[in-house]
């Protein structure tokens, strides 16, 4: 019986032949990670049980990513907890600030995470890496505790719904725009327990950073994980970053979905998330009267130097409304220092943006452009339920780079047609 | 295996899709301290849940409870405060998984939500999955966990069953 990807990588991981939705299965896991807000707890588990080593030095990452540079004392305490760990059992991959950035962000572009792996993180975005055609899901602290101690996780493997998108994207609709797409269609638990296998010669055009943000909101449909099968732009985003071997797993032709939409992209308009659930998802157009005070560009959802390039290319040489707050947060060090160097950094500055350093900062509310309680933000991040941003009567509206921009410069939620005529 | 005692509790009720953020906002999150995560459990969806309920006490929901986030610190709160039980139609994959890994008992169980209000007391014994609503005089049985998580509870939680696997005494 045929096997979809995620089926396939699951079995090779348990050591078996064949593995079916529905199956417990314990797998090898090839690498794991947690952040400042859920390492700790992790750290935590693994003391207070006396485990005192990890199952490889060099398979764990600890990312200060959350309210870091720290934001307050209690969150300094955090990052400390997190780096004396890391030292004391020898972890190879802890990325100090001004060496690191949002983990969803940052592994893939240090060749961390790879094609054919299982990766589980403590941080619900893990399954980001599933646009490099690995299986990789969000989990608890205790959960990579164990999986720190022993290398292994235990899994459901899950039944598969298939998306195929074919046709061009029409100008200003993105990556972002298919997922908050999919989300609007199946709803936050529509895709529950299961892995969201992405296809099509749409997606196939796509460029690695704009199938992590796919991959990235898998999780806002309840998704285990998101899934992109590999090919030759993967292997052009890997072979030069790859920090060990990797392998190309793809799904069967008589794998069983569970479920099979079929889109035609080119019908496709650029969409928003209303307040106060990702699947909330309106066009543009139908959002155009909604006045907004802050503006976010960045996140592991859309931070990456793409990202930029797109917002950066509709603020060139404008200013940004006045009545505004835009924040600019480049996902990784690297990223932050790529928009340096290509001049972006200097087109933001000029619009009147300010620029963060690479920080989770006001996606979950952290810091860094929290929202007051009349405030509204259109935001390129990943949720916008109750309280999400800031005060719980703050409202966040979910959408692309490309209409964030546009909106940063009407200081209302505006198609990048309006403003970038042809 | 020793039985797990009964359960005694007022019914705090609430809809579907009860995220993360609301359960414990992430300005809560600087620290992982249990008694400061759980005086703001629920806070942005109901801040006099943590005034009004008592030890014991449940918490009902709909479809997708604990969706958003992978922060542990959402059952955290909830066990700390002194939650009993969460009973909902269905939860969310990492909340649900982070439960049973820390031992907030849940059970998944549509008939007892359609028919229990807030305000019912309930009687709920775990051994069995079985709810009994005091207040109507109604009883329900839960979904059973998958025989691989009766196994992990068994086994005293997952990082006991880390242990065993490292060969470390538990």
Redesign the interface.
């Known amino acids: 019986m045929g096997m979809t990807i995620t089926e396939k990588i699951l079995a090779a991981h348990a050591g078996k032949k064949e593995a079916h939705a529905g199956e417990l299965v314990e797998c090898k896991v090839d690498f794991c990670m947690g952040n400042d807000v859920t390492a700790p707890i992790a750290v935590k588990r693994l003391r207070e049980n006396g485990i005192k080593e990890v199952f490889d030095k060099e398979r764990v990452a600890m990312v200060p990513s959350h309210f870091v540079p720290a934001k307050d004392i209690n969150s300094a305490q955090q990052v400390q907890e997190v780096k004396d760990f890391s030292k004391e059992y020898g972890i190879k991959y802890f990325f100090e600030v001004g060496q690191g950035g949002i983990e969803h962000a940052l592994l893939p572009e240090n060749g961390l995470v790879l094609p054919g792996d299982i990766v589980i993180g403590a941080d619900s975005h893990t399954c980001t890496y599933g646009a490099l055609g690995v299986f990789s899901t969000g989990v608890g602290s205790t959960d990579l505790a164990y999986t720190m101690a022993t290398g292994e996780t235990w899994l459901k493997t899950p039944e598969s719904m298939k998306f195929i998108f074919n046709g061009k994207l029409p100008k200003w609709v993105s990556s972002k725009d298919i997922i908050l797409q999919v989300i609007g269609d199946v709803t936050v638990d529509g895709a529950l327990y299961r892995a969201m296998e992405f296809a099509g010669d749409t997606i196939e055009s796509l460029s690695l950073e704009a199938r992590m943000t796919i991959c990235n909101m898998a999780i806002e449909a309840g998704g285990k994980s998101g899934i992109i099968a590999p090919d030759a732009k993967t292997e052009d985003y890997v072979k030069s970053k790859a920090k060990r071997p990797y392998k190309f797993y793809a799904s069967d032709p008589d794998a069983t979905y569970c479920l099979v939409k079929e889109y035609d992209a080119t019908k496709m308009e650029p969409v928003v998330a209303w307040p106060f659930q990702p699947d909330n998802i309106h066009t543009v157009s139908e959002s155009s009267k909604i006045s907004i005070d802050q503006v976010i560009i960045g996140s592991c959802t859309n931070g990456r130097i793409e990202d930029l390039r797109i917002a950066a290319g509709i603020l060139k040489g404008r200013k940004v409304d006045k009545n505004l707050k835009v924040i600019i947060f480049p996902a990784t060090q690297r990223i932050w220092t790529q928009a340096l160097k290509e001049g972006l950094i200097e087109i933001f500055d000029a619009a009147g943006c300010i620029i963060s350093p690479a920080t989770c900062g006001p996606c979950l509310g952290g810091h860094m452009g929290i929202l007051a309680s009349k405030e509204s933000a259109i935001t390129t991040t990943n949720r916008n339920f109750v309280g999400r941003i800031g005060h719980p009567e703050s409202k966040a509206y979910l959408a692309s780079p490309a209409v964030a921009a546009a909106s940063a410069l009407t200081g209302r939620i505006t198609h990048p047609a309006e403003v970038m005529p042809e | 295996m020793t039985t797990i005692p009964k359960l005694t509790g007022k019914v705090f009720k609430y809809g579907d899709?009860v995220?993360t953020?609301?359960i414990i906002?992430?300005?809560y999150?600087?620290?992982?301290d249990p008694k400061h995560l759980a005086a703001h459990c629920m806070e942005?969806?109901d801040k006099d849940f943590i005034t009004t309920m008592k030890p014991g006490d449940i918490i009902m929901a709909g479809?997708?409870f604990g969706?958003?986030?992978?922060?542990?610190?959402a059952?955290?709160a909830i066990k700390y405060a002194g939650v009993s039980c969460v009973i909902a139609k269905?939860f969310?994959?990492?909340f649900y998984?982070?439960c049973i890994?820390?031992g907030l008992p849940i059970l998944e169980c549509p008939e007892a939500v359609a028919d229990i209000k807030s305000g019912d007391v309930l009687d709920i014994d775990l051994n069995t999955g079985t709810i009994t609503n005091q207040t109507s005089g109604k009883t329900f049985k839960a979904q059973p966990f998958?025989p691989?998580m009766t196994n992990l509870i068994n086994a005293g939680?997952?990082?006991n069953?880390?242990?065993k696997?490292?060969g470390?005494a538990v």
Do not use: Q, W
């Open positions: 899709d995220n953020d609301v906002p992430a300005r999150m600087n620290t992982h942005d969806l479809k997708n969706c958003g986030s992978s922060r542990e610190h059952p955290i269905t969310a994959r990492i998984r982070n890994n820390m998958p691989f939680g997952l990082m069953y880390a242990k696997k490292l470390m």
